[in-house]
């Protein structure tokens, strides 16, 4: 009997705070979602309230209670989840990553089962860009959104390039091969970073040096000779590749002895 009553004064004081977030000033609706936050998720009716004041608030001017509402609605556990995930396939899409970003590498496990919808991919695959080095772990449920026609080409690219390391290697090179030349530029950036620290990336550059587009075969030259003695197996691709006027011999050579161990 004491649960019961208990029960209901607690959605009592949910419904009423929920009324709050839409009808009170500024000033109460951000009063509601910290006292909905704390109450967590016992007060999971009031989640859609809480997107609402997100969707209708963010691109206004004047009303600020719809930051207080980002901080507090994932506190209502697996229902705001479940709302969020839902709302990232729809209209709603941005102002639901706009919340999941805010949660930062705690979002991970909702972006990537985002990831397995064709109507939420893109805007979960931006997110996880927007979390930068914090959204590596997503790396697996990224590459299978691309593998299965989720995400494009750029955007994967676009996406794995805020966490680009030895790990995302083996990506970048694959795309060296698309017909798109945008496509060999995003890849080749992203290479010439990481060269230093992986040999992928080294044998991936050595392989761009026989591209059919000449900025892109010096670029990749260029990238060699940055990662000095690292990219000392790629010594004999850049000799390949100046004897067959593929770059400059002359910066060939230079390229060499910056890449020749020392």
């Known amino acids: 009997m004491v649960a019961a009553t208990l029960t209901v004064a607690c959605g009592d004081k949910v419904a009423g705070l929920t009324q709050e977030l839409s009808s009170g000033t500024d000033q109460e609706c951000a009063a509601a979602a910290k006292a909905l936050g704390k109450i967590g998720p016992p007060a999971a009716s009031a989640a859609p309230a809480m997107l ?15 930051t207080t509402v980002v901080d507090e609605l994932p506190k209502l556990g697996p229902a705001a989840t479940s709302l969020l995930l839902t709302a990232l396939g729809d209209k709603r899409g941005e102002d639901a990553a706009h919340v999941l970003s805010s949660m930062g590498a705690a979002a991970l496990p909702t972006l990537s089962q985002a990831l397995a919808d064709p109507k939420s991919a893109d805007e979960a695959a931006s997110t996880i860009a927007f979390l930068g080095r914090a959204g590596a772990p997503a790396l697996t449920a990224l590459r299978d959104a691309r593998k299965n026609g989720r995400l494009t080409e750029k955007k994967f690219l676009a996406c794995i390039s805020w966490f680009k390391s030895a790990e995302t290697a083996p990506d970048f090179a694959a795309a060296l091969r698309s017909g ?5 530029w995003m890849a080749l950036r992203a290479l010439e970073d990481v060269a230093a620290q992986s040999p992928d990336a080294v044998k991936a550059l050595a392989f761009a040096l026989q ?15 940055k990662a000095g003695p690292a ?5 004999p691709a850049v000799r390949e590749a100046a004897d067959r006027r593929l770059v400059s011999p002359s910066l060939a050579r230079t390229a060499i002895a910056r890449m020749q161990p020392r």
């Open 52 to 66: 609402d004041v997100v969707v209708k608030q963010r691109r206004a001017k004047g009303p600020t209670c719809w």
């Open 180 to 184: 798109d030349i945008e496509v060999r």
């Open 211 to 225: 591209d059919a587009s000449p900025e892109i075969r010096n670029h990749a030259l260029v990238a060699l000779s």
């Open 231 to 235: 990219a000392s197996a790629a010594v």
